[in-house]
């Protein structure tokens, strides 16, 4: 069975915006990508983690059958899943492309390739923004929507 990596534009998402929030080290501030639950039909799993349904497809030749490669070497093409009770409202084709952005690309994973986080380590970061400068943020005034 084959591993993939998965590029994914966070920021295709529908109204998804970044922010720079402070962290709690003084002066120091980070990015953010902030994500609308509702409108990009992220659901709420165990334990309070989010999800967000995905589906990717093969990119094939029609005439040949063939996996057709992009110049970065990407097989596959993906897009948001949008929940059936959303579906099967009457929508025009242009809401419906709204509503699932092609937002990534898959490939096959070499055997030698791992993943690379920004420490450096190949270990995920996980800094805690500050909550107290979260609450005194504008919300309303911030995002544009």
């Known amino acids: 069975m084959a591993s993939f990596k998965i590029s994914f534009r966070l ?3 529908v109204n998804a915006v970044v922010l720079d929030l402070p962290t709690k080290k003084e002066g120091v501030t980070k990015q953010f ?6 409108e990009n039909f992220l ?13 990717a497809w093969e990119n094939v030749d029609k005439m040949t059958g063939k996996t057709i490669k992009d110049q970065f070497s990407y097989t596959h093409s993906i897009k948001k ?34 993943p690379v986080y920004p ?3 190949n ?13 005194k943020m504008d919300i309303d005034g911030d995002l544009p929507f």
């Open 11 to 13: 920021t295709d998402l």
């Open 33 to 38: 990508v902030c994500i609308p639950v509702d």
């Open 43 to 55: 659901f709420k799993g165990k334990g309070g983690t989010y999800y967000l349904d995905l589906v």
């Open 81 to 114: 899943c949008v929940p059936s009770s959303v579906t099967s409202q009457r929508y025009d084709t242009e809401e419906l492309r709204r509503l699932t952005p092609y937002c990534g690309n898959m490939k096959p994973l070499s055997r030698t390739e791992k």
């Open 119 to 121: 420490t450096g380590d």
């Open 123 to 135: 270990k995920p970061q996980r800094d805690i923004v500050d909550k107290k400068a979260v609450k």
